[in-house]
């Protein structure tokens, strides 16, 4: 390459001529072919466009057999686990390039994702079927291809993406970094691979397959094991230093896959306790154990039922044609069994949340009175008294109807209303970070104050609604290019479109933000009728996604969008669809 290129062209076309009468070239002339995927040994690497305003900034996928890291399980944990034993090899080349003086466009730098301590189904490590290198080079960009009696099976690899900044117009220095120092920094990784780590690795994750499996078959929608450590250290996320460690009180304590912990059961939970005693902290981890998480996380063995959503206020979402009479039972101008909205109060977005959870398939709600509308959780008896007609029927009416009815349990924090400990099935004291049963005394408490909720008439808890793809689109109106842009501030742009995705509690990292955008593209642009079945398409997408990877979504020609996914929950894609403004439910 000429040392002041600018686009890379050479290396983004992997150009190779084959000699003619050779294996692969029969003819009489030289075949000219296009092959961005480079060998160094027996790993390969493969270059790609990053997109079309970065290109000094490609995309690496290496290729690693797995036999060379004396793997023979694959699995998302484990790739997630080699991904993270590969990060400080990088960081060293980085320690080496940095200069503080200059920017990373002149030094050069490594770019991986730094995830947190949650396993998830990433772009960025998975284990895939590789072909073999079938040729050997001949000098210069001439290759003679194996005969075909010769060709080799393909081979499972550990697959890992990472971008590489090169240094701008020093191709010497470009070349040290792809075809020297990252070279030896993949045999390092490869040489000194702990496998006893990897084991270690892999029955954490083993195990934590069979609690989820237990979990759905069992009375209980959450399990916290002994020992486990909940803070967290609030600038690192990690394990707060000299915590209290986890332990069930000895009347709820449970064994499951040979550990000992608290089990949730279904139904209503209610976790109470004094400022800063721990109760938000216990519903986080709740919160948490929808995601597996890494050993050393402290709550590595805090499994919670995939399908739980975490429930809050949301002032200002948009709301479509939602059912939400058993919450709201009417509306000055409007119709709450169709309500629709583009800026819902506290009450009715917590209404709509509630309502769209269970819709979606979700049998467990995560709910803290702190970030809730409390005109929606609670309705004491003075206010009764005073305010005769009332159009919400607070959520303590409806708490254990919801799980009657439709077997959707619910894990609350409550610290200033007393009203949910008469309609709790468990109650649960925090204090200092240790739990206590207190159900028996909160009972008796509430008999003999008089407190009681009512309970209204059933319910109608189902959606009665279909999604018009009218609107349903990439393309801003009047325009002939897409958009879609998902930067680091909690928002997703796409068309017309400006998703705010904070309310979705259960996303934890942009990478799956990323997903959900052009995700959410996919189903977009491949719509062609009028009328879309929105849960028969995601399965569809996430099947597509199943077989051909997380790539299968992504597309280069959107600048303003990462290159790094995870995958999101479907729960959370429909959630994301359920905010859009442009698009209509009928």
């Keep these: ?50 997109n079309k305003l970065s290109l000094d900034r490609p995309t690496l996928v290496w290729q690693i057999p797995a036999e060379k890291l004396g793997i023979h399980t694959y699995s998302a944990a484990l790739a997630d686990h080699c991904y993270r034993e590969l990060i400080p090899f990088i960081e060293k080349q980085n320690d080496e390039l940095y200069n503080r003086h200059k920017p990373a466009e002149e030094t050069g730098m490594y770019y991986m994702v730094h995830p947190g301590g949650e396993i998830l189904v990433r772009n960025t490590a998975y284990f895939k079927y590789c072909p073999q290198k079938d040729y050997v080079n001949r000098g210069g960009n001439v290759i003679v291809h194996y005969p075909e009696d010769e060709l080799g099976a393909q081979v499972m690899c550990l697959c890992v993406r990472l971008q590489v900044q090169l240094p701008r117009k020093k191709i010497k220095k470009a070349i040290e970094m792809l075809c020297r120092d990252l070279p030896e920094t993949m045999d390092a990784f490869v040489n000194q691979f702990d ?14 397959r069979e609690i989820r499996d237990w979990l759905k078959k069992s009375s209980y929608c959450a399990f916290i094991a002994n020992g486990s450590i909940l803070p967290r250290d609030g600038k690192t996320g990690l394990p707060m230093e000299n915590a209290v460690l986890f332990q069930a009180p000895k009347e709820d304590e449970i064994e499951v896959c040979g550990i000992r912990g608290l089990g949730i059961r279904r139904g209503v939970t209610v976790i109470t306790g004094g400022g800063y005693s721990g109760k938000s902290t216990i519903l986080d981890t709740i919160s948490a154990g929808i995601y597996d998480h890494v050993a050393g996380d402290g709550r590595e063995l805090c499994i919670t039922d995939e399908s739980a959503m975490t429930i809050s206020a949301e002032d200002g979402r948009s709301v479509k044609n939602i059912n939400i009479t058993p919450f709201i039972r009417w509306i000055p101008g409007g119709d709450t069994a169709c309500f629709s909205t583009e800026h819902a109060s506290g009450s009715t977005s917590q209404a709509a949340n509630i309502m769209e959870a269970v819709d979606c398939g979700s049998k467990l709600l995560l709910i803290d009175e702190d970030k809730s509308a409390t005109n929606f959780m609670i309705r004491d008896r ?31 924090v409550i610290g200033g209303s007393g009203e949910y400990l008469s309609i709790a099935d468990n109650v649960y004291m925090m204090e200092e970070y240790r739990i206590s049963n207190i159900t028996c005394r909160a009972k008796e408490l509430c008999t003999s104050h008089g407190i009681g909720a009512a309970a209204p008439q059933n319910a109608a808890w189902g959606q009665q609604r279909r999604m018009r793809t009218r609107g349903f689109t990439p393309y801003p109106e009047g325009s002939g290019c897409e958009r879609l842009s998902v930067p680091d501030i909690g928002f997703i742009f796409i068309g017309d479109e400006k998703l705010d995705t904070r309310g979705l509690h259960d996303i934890v990292c942009d990478s799956q933000r990323t997903a959900m955008g052009f995700m959410l593209r996919w189903l977009e642009i491949h719509q062609k009728e009028a009328y879309l079945d929105l849960y028969e398409q995601i399965e569809l997408l996430y099947a597509e996604i199943e077989e051909k990877g997380l790539d299968a979504v992504y597309s280069g020609f959107f600048p303003e969008c990462g290159r790094f996914l995870a995958c999101p929950r479907k729960y959370d894609l429909v959630g994301l669809i359920n905010r859009m403004r442009m698009v209509q439910f009928e």
Excluded at 21 to 50: A, C, K, Q
Excluded at 383 to 409: A, D, H, W
Aim: proline letters at 7%; a negative charge.
């Design 1 to 50: 390459m000429d040392n002041s290129t600018t686009n890379y062209k050479e290396m983004y076309e992997g150009r190779a001529v084959i000699p003619p009468g050779t294996p692969g070239n029969p003819t009489d002339f030289p075949e000219v072919v296009y092959d961005t995927v480079y060998w160094y040994e027996d790993m390969s690497v493969s270059v790609e466009m990053t």
């Design 195 to 208: 496998r006893a780590k990897a084991e270690r690795a892999i029955a954490v994750a083993d195990k934590q």
């Design 382 to 412: 003075l206010m009764k008294e005073l305010i005769s007609r009332e159009p919400i029927t607070p959520f303590t009416e409806r708490v254990n109807e919801l799980y009657q009815s439709c077997g959707v349990s619910t894990v609350l």
